[in-house]
């Protein structure tokens, strides 16, 4: 059975930073794309990041370029977004997804497996 526990969400004031965390257990393999999507209240799910195994990350939106860096450490399955000069349209709950395939896509339908969501207020 496949499990993601993120962790490292919160209330923060503009401009802070923030990592997030995505441990992954249960999976058979590394070989997967790893994303994360947020979702705002009343907002429909946004793709923030993804990354594949070897670390190739796909394009950010323009949201979150130059601000949001998405990472994994293969060996613990865990995949981090650093959170860097927050705003206050980043607040959202964050969610990190386990890719059907190996390439990363800002599609959700093409992610499997799901975490629970970790909160980010980003507020002054």
């Known amino acids: 059975q496949v499990q993601l526990v993120e962790s490292g969400g919160g209330l923060v004031q503009p401009g802070d930073s923030l990592r997030l965390s995505c441990a992954a257990s249960?999976?058979?393999?590394?070989?997967?794309?790893m994303g994360w999507f947020r979702q705002a209240p009343v907002k429909e799910r946004e793709f923030v990041a993804a990354?594949?195994?070897?670390?190739?990350?796909?394009p950010y939106p323009d949201s979150v370029k130059g601000r949001f860096t998405i990472s994994r450490d293969n060996a613990k399955n865990t995949v981090y977004l650093q959170m860097n000069s927050l705003k206050p349209e980043d607040t959202a709950v964050y969610y990190c997804?386990?890719?059907?395939?190996?390439?990363?896509?800002?599609?959700?339908?093409?992610?499997?497996?799901w975490g629970q969501g970790t909160q980010v207020t980003v507020s002054s």
């Open positions: 997804a386990v890719g059907r395939y190996r390439i990363p896509t800002n599609r959700y339908d093409r992610y499997d497996y």
């Open positions: 249960g999976l058979t393999s590394s070989n997967y794309a």
């Open positions: 990354i594949n195994w070897s670390g190739y990350s796909t």
